[in-house]
T-cell receptor
Framework: GAGVSQTPSNKVTEKGKYVELRCDPISGHTALYWYRQSLGQGPEFLIYFQGTGAADDSGLPNDRFFAVRPEGSVSTLKIQRTERGDSAVYLC?????????????FGEGSRLTVL | RKEVEQDPGPFNVPEGATVAFNCTYSNSASQSFFWYRQDCRKEPKLLMSVYSSGNEDGRFTAQLNRASQYISLLIRDSKLSDSATYLCVVNWVSGSARQLTFGSGTQLTVLP
């Protein structure tokens, strides 16, 4: 499809495990964002890529979280030593103009559950 | 204090009613403003931008008051299909940093 694609759609893991979440943005979109959303809350900013570089990673909660976008398209969010508090829906979004119009196109999210 | 605060809701209104949502933001350097809509267990989608002069899109009207750091959304003649969570969103840019900051959302249920 032409939208933002995220995999897996659901991930259940045990505390302490390593997790990777993948995002395939809309073709041609140079800006890519990761957010996470907990129940009853709005999306919380994690990191923003412009091309291959992380232009703003101020939302990453700690050094267990890391994201890459090596070729300026697909991005992977990596979480080490997962904790129960990491359970949330991780949303990826892309845009063509780095937020100038405010329109981010979100994927359906990856629901992470840490037991 | 949260950067973007919204009415807690939920709002339950009958079809045809007019309903208004309010939002305040704390970062005076915020540059642009939006309302997003999120259906249950779905991703957020842009509803409309918010301009200082106020803007309208069909039954939806958005207003911005920069001096008071306040944003509003008015929905007229509510439809069942308007039932969703409405997210107030603020954008700020500083150098290479760009963030869309979302409020917690206000849940609307339109009742038949």
């Amino acid at each position: 499809g032409a939208g933002v694609s995220q995999t897996p759609s659901n991930k259940v893991t045990e505390k302490g495990k390593y997790v990777e979440l993948r995002c395939d943005p809309i073709s041609g979109h140079t800006a890519l964002y990761w957010y996470r959303q907990s129940l009853g809350q709005g999306p919380e900013f994690l990191i923003y890529f412009q091309g291959t570089g992380a232009a703003d990673d101020s939302g990453l909660p700690n050094d267990r979280f890391f994201a890459v976008r090596p070729e300026g398209s697909v991005s992977t969010l990596k979480i080490q030593r997962t904790e129960r508090g990491d359970s949330a829906v991780y949303l990826c979004a892309s845009s063509s103009d780095g937020m100038n119009t405010g329109e981010l196109f979100f994927g359906e999210g990856s629901r992470l559950t840490v037991l | 204090r949260k950067e973007v605060e919204q009415d807690p809701g939920p709002f339950n209104v009958p079809e045809g009613a007019t309903v208004a949502f309010n939002c305040t933001y704390s970062n005076s350097a915020s540059q642009s403003f939006f309302w997003y809509r999120q259906d249950c267990r779905k991703e957020p989608k842009l509803l409309m931008s918010v301009y200082s002069s106020g803007n309208e899109d069909g039954r939806f009207t958005a207003q911005l008051n920069r001096a008071s750091q306040y944003i509003s959304l008015l929905i007229r003649d509510s439809k069942l299909s308007d039932s969703a969570t409405y997210l107030c969103v603020v954008n700020w840019v500083s150098g290479s940093a760009r963030q869309l900051t979302f409020g917690s959302g206000t849940q609307l249920t339109v009742l038949p």
